[in-house]
T-cell receptor
Framework: DGGITQSPKYLFRKEGQNVTLSCEQN?????MYWYRQDPGQGLRLIYY???????QKGDIAEGYSVSREKKESFPLTVTSAQKNPTAFYLC???????????FGEGSWLTVV | AQSVTQPDIHITVSEGASLELRCNYS??????LFWYVQSPGQGLQLLLK??????LVQGIKGFEAEFKRSQSSFNLRKPSVHWSDAAEYFC?????????????FGTGTRLQVFP
């Protein structure tokens, strides 16, 4: 819907390894978000960014890191400190001045 | 703190039947309210939203929702369900943080449609 592209769709990693999920948008959205989805728990906010080179922690930021070096890109790194990283991760963007958030197609991360 | 409650975890309806999915929110001011739909393994698609004005809002795919301030509710309805409507539905409220809206989601309602 909103030109949010996430990659890869599926990712498998061994426990103890860091992994980076890509999120790119081509609609000039100022704000971008990362959510985590677990069965029965809805979506929970990990990090968000309002402008380039600035980001804030969401409700479950521990064990995650982000960067916002370019407006189009907001990658999420799941570090080895994240105790239960297996989940579905959703990136989203928000147009300037708007209140609607648009989501990408998500990335499945499985840590074994 | 803001919160969203979707009391029904799972709903099953027959194709052609009417549908109502419940959503209650807790928020001090007038909220921005949203309904999203998610097919298995996919991202979330916006169905409709309420910001202000007419309390009955129309969305895509024949869905509508009614904002009732007195009941703190924003229930989603469809007069006649199609098999393709089977999915998970999320209600969300926006808790503004400066110029960035942080969506708070309910836990979702899974809709199953029988032929």
């Amino acid at each position: 819907d909103g030109g949010i592209t996430q990659s890869p769709k599926y990712l498998f990693r061994k426990e103890g390894q860091n992994v980076t999920l890509s999120c790119e948008q081509n609609l000039n959205h100022d704000a971008m978000y990362w959510y985590r989805q677990d069965p029965g728990q809805g979506l929970r906010l990990i990090y968000y960014s309002q402008i380039v080179n600035d980001f804030q922690k969401g409700d479950i930021a521990e064990g995650y890191s982000v960067s916002r070096e370019k407006k189009e890109s907001f990658p999420l790194t799941v570090t080895s400190a994240q105790k239960n990283p297996t989940a579905f991760y959703l990136c989203a963007g928000q147009p300037t001045g708007g209140h609607t958030i648009y989501f990408g197609e998500g990335s499945w991360l499985t840590v074994v | 703190a803001q919160s969203v409650t979707q009391p029904d975890i799972h709903i099953t309806v027959s194709e052609g039947a009417s549908l109502e999915l419940r959503c209650n929110y807790s928020y001090g001011a007038t909220p921005y309210l949203f309904w999203y739909v998610q097919s298995p393994g996919q991202g979330l698609q916006l169905l409709l939203k309420y910001f202000s004005g007419d309390t009955l809002v129309q969305g895509i795919k024949g869905f509508e929702a009614e904002f009732k301030r007195s009941q703190s509710s924003f229930n989603l309805r469809k007069p006649s369900v199609h098999w393709s409507d089977a999915a998970e539905y999320f209600c969300a409220v926006s808790a503004e943080a400066g110029t960035t809206d942080k969506l708070i989601f309910g836990t979702g309602t899974r809709l199953q449609v029988f032929p």
